[in-house]
């Protein structure tokens, strides 16, 4: 079991940036694929970038390639998202969410797929 504590959320202008931050418990996160998300009021949660367990894969979702990174620090037991370029409608609610996994190199870029989910951290970009 792995618990995920965000953090890093808040408000900023259109154009800026801000690095998003997830803590891991537990002692095996290296053996879990991670992946942040996004839900804003009243749209379904989306996965915005995952990433395999090894960091040699990654997803992103066509809205934010090019200005979100998804990183992973496992002797850190932390995931990192930097977010570039904001716009207004990356304003949502983030999380990141783990699901334990043999596979090394495969993300999985569905919600369902995931088992551990974060409490969210508020991103709000002002236009």
């Known amino acids: 079991q792995v618990q995920l504590v965000e953090s890093g959320g808040g408000f900023v202008q259109a154009g800026g940036s801000l690095i998003l931050s997830c803590a891991a418990s537990g002692r095996t996160f290296s053996s879990y694929a991670i992946c942040w998300a996004r839900q804003a009021p009243g749209k379904e949660r989306e996965i915005v970038a995952a990433i395999s367990r090894s960091t040699i894969t990654t997803y992103y979702t066509d809205s934010v390639k090019g200005r979100f990174t998804i990183s992973r620090d496992n002797a850190k037991n932390t995931v990192y998202l930097q977010m570039n370029s904001l716009k207004p409608e990356d304003t949502a609610v983030y999380y990141c969410?783990?699901?334990?996994?043999?596979?090394?190199?495969?993300?999985?870029?569905?919600?369902?797929?995931?088992?551990?989910w974060g409490q969210g951290t508020q991103v709000t970009v002002s236009s």
């Open positions: 969410a783990a699901t334990d996994t043999v596979y090394s190199h495969s993300y999985y870029p569905t919600a369902p797929s995931y088992t551990y």
